[in-house]
């Protein structure tokens, strides 16, 4: 009987997650976002561009492992968002939804603590906790974005079908109803002075 091809390669099976820095030994794609990369993301241009001058620092890197490429294939990625602020803005990873809108995605937290918004295409947002152990589930149709809150690296390790492609425009356009603060008391949830009115579902 013919093996799938992937059997040949037992990299491709087989990788090791760094717990501590979330790196890991087997990867097709790797991302790194510095905040030259992310203009427009973050909602204070102006601490944005003063960042760029003052070193420009990573604010996350992307690994990610998609063993095969079939209709029913998974991949993997972990995502290590660094500790840090645009103004009183948490760092934190773009934010996408899905070109295969129906596609969802599992998160599990390996470490740091930190937040993700899940927003609708109609406007509805949810933030949900994360610290080492939770594992989210993001529905289909739901755009998602991790933040950082805390003074330690957040890692995460996700997976998703391989099918499920990564679409920024929409979050590029609209950005999400909510930004993540750093509050006197912790991590704030502030309306987005950029968010368009125009899209419905949105409560201030
Ligand atoms: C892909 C998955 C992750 C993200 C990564 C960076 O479906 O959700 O691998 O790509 O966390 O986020 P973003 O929004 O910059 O792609
Ligand atoms: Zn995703």
Do not use: W
């Amino acid at each position: 009987m013919t093996q799938p091809a992937v059997l040949e390669s037992a990299a491709a099976l087989s990788s090791v997650m760094d717990m501590a820095r979330g790196r890991l030994t087997v990867c097709t794609d790797t991302v790194r976002m510095r905040v030259t990369d992310m203009r427009g993301v973050f909602s204070n241009q102006e601490a944005c561009s003063t960042l760029e001058t003052e070193g420009n620092p990573t604010v996350y890197e992307v690994n990610r492992t998609e063993p095969e490429l079939g209709d029913d294939s998974l991949c993997y990625a972990s995502t290590i968002v660094y500790p840090g602020r645009v103004g009183e803005e948490y760092f934190m990873t773009r934010g996408h939804t899905h070109v295969k809108g129906s596609a969802p995605e599992i998160y599990l937290t390996v470490r740091g603590e930190g937040m993700m918004l899940l927003q609708t295409h109609d406007g509805k947002i949810q933030a949900l906790s994360m610290a080492s152990g939770t594992i989210l589930y993001v529905p289909g149709e739901t755009a998602h974005r991790i933040v950082n809150v805390a003074e330690e690296a957040l890692i995460t390790f996700a997976v998703y079908p391989a099918t499920a492609g990564i679409d920024y425009d929409e979050i590029q356009r609209t950005g999400f109803s909510r930004i993540v603060h750093a509050g006197p008391d912790g991590p704030d949830l502030v309306p987005n002075p950029n968010y368009p009115s125009t899209v419905e579902g949105i409560t201030s």
